[in-house]
Antibody, heavy 126, light 107 residues
């Protein structure tokens, strides 16, 4: 059974940093690209970042580019999201999600998300 | 960025009803579209990919159609477990973007 498990709830002050983790099992991790998608309270879904199966290619939404860094440790079957210079508008539930392809290439392959983890709440507040 | 507009934003329906949700892209995306279902407090689940392909394990009452800029998700006979929020996602170009969601409520 495929499982994705994000780290627990987190509260951080504006300007602070946080690293999210997503531990996976049930599939060959390095064969698949991964992504982070977030959802602000009561709002819709926003794609944040993606990474290829080997980790060599990364992608970011403009809203987080330069502040967030996605990475993965294929030896530990774990995906990460390093979040720096956090703002109140980064408050959201963060989901990790598996991409059904080794790369995340819009307009080719399988650039969608399945399955998703249960999500972890990040609150940026003073 | 490609904007995805869903309509309606909410719909009230009864068990057994046929429900249709529309998603419009701000520019052509061929068939690069996915649909997700999200229940309260839960993660989204993939229903449809490539505009019309049913994800494994998803009931056949769900179907998707469309290409270019206009897409439709249809639930042929609404079941109690289908009351949820539905999102479309364009998979044609970065940044990947989602529609605003359609909440399917009990009438």
């Amino acid at each position: 059974e495929v499982q994705l498990l994000e780290s627990g709830e987190n509260l951080v002050q504006p300007g602070g940093s946080l690293r999210l983790s997503c531990a996976v099992s049930g599939f060959t991790f390095n064969y698949y690209a991964m992504s982070w998608v977030r959802q602000a309270p009561g709002k819709g879904l926003e794609w944040v970042s993606g990474i290829s199966g080997g980790g060599g290619t990364t992608y970011y939404a403009d809203s987080v580019k330069g502040r967030f860094t996605i990475s993965r440790d294929n030896s530990k079957n774990t995906l990460y999201l390093q979040m720096n210079s956090l703002r109140a508008e980064d408050t959201a539930v963060y989901y990790c999600a598996k991409v059904p392809d080794i790369v995340l290439v819009p307009g080719a392959g399988a650039p969608w998300f399945d399955p998703w983890g249960q999500g972890t709440l990040v609150i940026v507040s003073s | 960025d490609i904007q995805m507009t869903q309509s309606p934003s909410s719909v009230s329906a009864s068990v057994g009803d046929r429900v249709t949700i529309t998603c419009r892209a701000s520019q052509g995306i061929s068939s690069w579209l996915a649909w997700y279902q999200q229940k309260p407090g839960k993660a989204p689940q993939l229903l449809i990919y490539a505009a019309s392909s049913l994800q494994s394990g998803v009931p056949s009452r769900f179907s998707g159609s469309g290409s270019g800029t206009d897409f439709t998700l249809t639930i042929s006979s609404l079941q109690p477990e289908d009351f949820a929020t539905y999102y479309c996602q364009q998979a044609s170009s970065f940044p990947l973007t989602f529609g605003g969601g359609t909440k399917v409520e009990i009438k």
